[in-house]
């Protein structure tokens, strides 16, 4: 699966690195997209979404609801299957557009997913 990671972080003790971890160690693509890293553990991070391949599978989100609503429209011109608002980035407005796409809209953390064999 393709999966880009919205405010990824090269801090062990953030979510979004624990997730990037989980992923890569599931066998997942990875994107990590963050406009301040180059890469995280040898893994190139992309500064914007514009610059991630397609097709993407899962957008992750890590970032707060402003930024999340700065990047809705990057976000939802990589036509994902899902998006996946972790804890704290909900953004309503955000999700009620993605669904109107036609893409799933979960405010689940992607974590939980990983560990209870849901992702």
């Known amino acids: 699966m ?3 990671i919205l405010g990824a972080s090269k801090k062990a003790e953030r979510y979004s690195n624990m997730a990037l971890k989980r992923l890569v160690g599931a066998g997942h693509e990875v994107f990590p997209v ?3 890293l180059d890469e995280i553990d040898g893994l190139r991070v992309f500064r914007s979404l514009s610059e991630v391949p397609l097709p993407v599978d899962t957008v992750t989100l890590y970032v ?3 930024s999340v609503l700065e ?6 011109a ?5 998006v996946i608002s972790n804890p704290g980035t909900e ?3 955000f999700a009620a557009r993605a669904r109107e796409l036609g893409i799933d809209y ?3 953390c992607t974590l939980v997913l990983l560990s209870t064999g849901q992702f």
């Open 2 to 4: 393709r999966v880009v």
């Open 71 to 76: 990047e809705a429209e990057r976000i939802l």
């Open 64 to 66: 707060g609801p402003k």
């Open 91 to 93: 953004t309503p407005e």
């Open 78 to 82: 990589l036509k994902p299957r899902r």
């Open 106 to 108: 979960l405010e689940a």
């Open 34 to 36: 963050n406009p301040a």
